[in-house]
C-alpha cells in the first residue's frame, strides 16, 4: 500500500493510517521519493523510505506493534534517526505521538540532537509523566547550555491515555520541568548568548482538569508577559477547535476548572 501511494512522483501530504504488517519487515523493496514533504505513519513504515524533501514528520501508534514478536526489536527512534541520515532532509516540523519513541533513550541521545539545527515545532504525547519530564529537562536552556532544540518557536505536549485517578503520578515534577524549560527558552539574554530563537508559543493539550491548577501554580501565566503565546486545548479530538482556551489568564481564575 506504502508503495503504491508513493508512485505519485508530485505527491507532497501522505497520512497512512491504521497500518498493517504481518511477519518480518526484511522484505520491503526500498522507496526514494523526490518530493513529499510531508508524512504521517508509524514508524515501522519509515524503514525502506528515502525522502529528501521531506519538511515535516508525524509518527503514531501501531496498534499491533507490542504484541507482535517480529517488531519487539526494532526501535523507532533508530528507524527515524535513520531516515533522516539517508534522506539528508531538513525537518522543521516534528511530531511524536508514539509513545514507544518518547521511551527510548535514543530519542535524546540520537534524534534530537540529529534534527536540532533545522526543527522549529515539536509536538510530543507521552503517556507517562516522567517521559514528559525528561523532554522538558533536554529543551532547558542554561549558561552553559543551549537546550537541545535550540531553534525551537512551537512546543505542543500532549499527554495522551493518562486515567484520571493516575494524573498526579509524576505530574507536579513534569510541570515543574516544563515550566523551567518555558522560562529558560523565552529568556531574551540566554537566547542572546547562544544565537537562538526564543520560544513564541507553548499549546498544552490536556483533557485532565488539575493539570490547569498545577499550570497556574507554577505561575506560567507571568511568561504571557515575555511575549509567549500560551495556549490550553483539553485533549478530546470530537470537541471543536474554539473549545481551546487562548486567554491565560482567565483560565486560571476559573473557579470551575480548580
Not at 9 to 25: D, I
Not at 87 to 97: D, F, Q, V, Y
Request: aromatic letters at 8%; proline letters at 6%.
Amino acid at each position: 500500500m506504502l508503495d503504491h501511494a508513493l508512485s505519485f512522483q508530485g505527491l507532497q501530504e501522505l497520512t497512512f493510517e491504521h497500518e498493517s504488517y504481518y511477519g518480518p519487515l526484511q522484505g520491503f523493496q526500498p522507496i526514494h521519493h523526490n518530493t513529499l514533504k510531508y508524512l504521517r505513519c508509524s514508524g515501522l513504515s519509515l524503514e525502506s523510505l528515502t525522502l529528501p524533501a521531506l519538511e515535516s514528520l508525524t509518527v503514531v501508534d501501531y496498534g499491533e506493534y507490542q504484541v507482535k514478536d517480529d517488531y519487539l526489536g526494532i526501535s523507532w527512534a533508530d528507524n527515524m534517526t535513520a531516515l533522516i541520515r539517508r534522506s539528508k532532509c531538513r525537518l522543521t516540523n516534528l511530531h511524536i505521538l508514539a509513545a514507544c519513541v518518547v521511551q527510548e533513550e535514543h530519542t535524546y541521545t540520537e534524534l534530537l540532537p540529529l534534527v536540532a539545527p533545522t526543527l522549529a515545532v515539536l509536538e510530543i504525547a507521552p503517556h507517562r509523566y516522567p517521559e514528559a519530564e525528561q523532554i522538558a529537562r533536554s529543551l532547558t536552556r542554561t549558561e552553559s547550555s543551549p537546550g537541545s532544540l535550540p531553534y525551537l518557536k512551537h512546543l505542543n505536549v500532549s499527554p495522551m491515555n493518562l486515567a484520571p485517578q493516575k494524573c498526579h503520578n509524576g505530574a507536579d515534577a513534569f510541570v515543574d520541568a516544563l515550566a523551567t524549560a518555558l522560562i529558560s527558552l523565552c529568556d531574551r539574554p540566554l537566547a542572546e548568548r547562544w544565537h537562538v530563537s526564543l520560544l513564541e508559543r507553548v499549546s498544552i493539550n490536556h483533557r485532565n482538569d488539575p493539570m490547569v491548577v498545577k499550570m497556574r501554580m507554577s505561575g506560567l501565566e507571568s511568561l504571557r508577559a515575555h511575549g509567549l503565546e500560551v495556549v490550553y486545548a483539553p485533549y478530546n479530538s470530537i470537541k471543536p477547535v474554539e473549545d481551546a482556551i487562548v486567554d491565560w489568564d482567565t483560565a486560571w481564575v476559573d473557579s470551575n476548572r480548580r
